[in-house]
């Protein structure tokens, strides 16, 4: 277990070089795991670069790591950084859902991330939703340790998948039997936002 935090620190010290910036600051010291899980919030406000292709392949090598029922990978995953369509789909959004705009912080429809990874399922086998969800989660973990900001983002999918977002659905390309399942929204953070409560009442020991 040693050996893993080590590593892990070791590995949030190598990609936390270079970064800067207020959100990054606790990423110039290396983060034990417990401190990446326990200080990782959803970012819904960032800086309008899009993160690095040579850093969302880090963090999406981190993800296809994730244990997953054996060994299917039953997941494909695609990454986009390309503002035209995030702005067409977010226009194709608007004309039906206006008021969505009305936020003073309103950028796009991933609740403004200028990266976006698509996460879909293999839906011929039971457990690829599970499969998918430890994959995402590794992706937020990893990037929270580099200083990259993240939220998970179901509201999205459900559009992508009507009549007025299917025309993107299909340019994203998964393949026969995969169903778009949720999105990751990924950039460089402008916001600290405090943790939501969580109740320890939902574990027990017997
Ligand atoms: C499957 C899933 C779907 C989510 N969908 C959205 C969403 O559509 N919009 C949004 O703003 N946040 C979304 N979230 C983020 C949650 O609101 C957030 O994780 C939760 O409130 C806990 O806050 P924290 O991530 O800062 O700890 C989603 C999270 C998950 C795991």
New binding site residues.
Partial sequence: MNKILISVAALCMLVSCGNSGTATEKTDKAMTVEEVIMS???I?KYKPQPVEREKMEKIALCGINAPNGQNKQSWEIRITDNPEFISAITDAYLKIYPEAAQDSNFVNIF?NAPTVAFIANDTAYELSQIDC?LL?GNMVLMAHAMGIGS??????VRFLKSAEGMPFLKELGFSQGYNLL?AIGFGYPDEE?A??PRSMDKVKFL
């Fill in positions: 990782r919030r959803s819904r609740r969800g995402g939220c998970c983002l179901g509201s999205p949720y936002p943790a939501k």
